[in-house]
Structures are given as structure tokens and as C-alpha cells.
Nanobody, 121 residues
Framework: QVQVVESGGGLVQAGGSLRLSCAASGSIVGINTMGWYRQVPGKQRELVAA???????NYADSVKGRFTISRGNAKNTMYLQMNSLKPEDTGVYYCNAYVKVATAAGFLPYWGQGTQVTVSS
């Protein structure tokens, strides 16, 4: 009913940049907060950055000043510009979107399949 798809991951050297994209589609009435999460083997998925539909953003301390989250004009898209990448930024990046569909009373979380980001030293 709702699909969330990420793209833009890859391999980059330390100090380089990548831009991740996320798009939500399907029977969507509205989207509230969208966020990027990172997971590495053996650790819990952690929030990297999030943006509300109203324009508020928040970032993990480890990426402040280097990553920028933004929502597209269509509001169902989201981007993460990652600059000055470090090896510790390596992981699978997941897009999360709180989506309201017609058959639900409120906003529910939907996840993408993840995109791998690898930063070499």
C-alpha cells in the first residue's frame, strides 16, 4: 500500500560526499516526519537526521555540521546531503516515513529497504 525507496548509497573515500534520496509512494493521504537511520552490524539502528513536514530538523551529534536533511517540494521525498564523510559513517542507511493512509486513524511508520554507505579511510 505504501512503498519507501532509498537510493544514492555507495563507496566513497573519507572526506568525500554522497547524497541519499528517499521517496514514498502509494495510497498516501499525508506524511509527517521523515528520517534517516543508520545501522551497523551488531548495533541498534540509530537516528541520523529527521525532518518534520513543518520544516523542523534534528541531527545526531556525530553528523551536525556535516550532514543536511531536506524535504522535497512534493513533501513525499527526502534527501540527505552527506559531506566530509568519515569511516565511522559507514553503515546501511534506512529511510523512515510516518505516513497516513485512508484506512488508518493516524500516522504509521514505514521503512525502506536500506542503502549501503561505505566510507574508506
Amino acid at each position: 500500500q505504501v512503498q519507501v525507496v532509498e537510493s544514492g548509497g555507495g563507496l566513497v573515500q573519507a572526506g568525500g560526499s554522497l547524497r541519499l534520496s528517499c521517496a514514498a509512494s502509494g495510497s498516501i493521504v499525508g506524511i509527517n516526519t521523515m528520517g534517516w537511520y543508520r545501522q551497523v552490524p551488531g548495533k541498534q539502528r540509530e537516528l541520523v537526521a529527521a525532518a518534520t513536514s513543518g520544516g523542523s530538523t534534528n541531527y545526531a551529534d556525530s553528523v551536525k555540521g556535516r550532514f543536511t536533511i531536506s524535504r522535497g517540494n512534493a513533501k513525499n521525498t527526502m534527501y540527505l546531503q552527506m559531506n566530509s564523510l568519515k569511516p565511522e559513517d559507514t553503515g546501511v542507511y534506512y529511510c523512515n516515513a510516518y505516513v497516513k493512509v485512508a484506512t488508518a486513524a493516524g500516522f504509521l511508520p514505514y521503512w525502506g529497504q536500506g542503502t549501503q554507505v561505505t566510507v574508506s579511510s
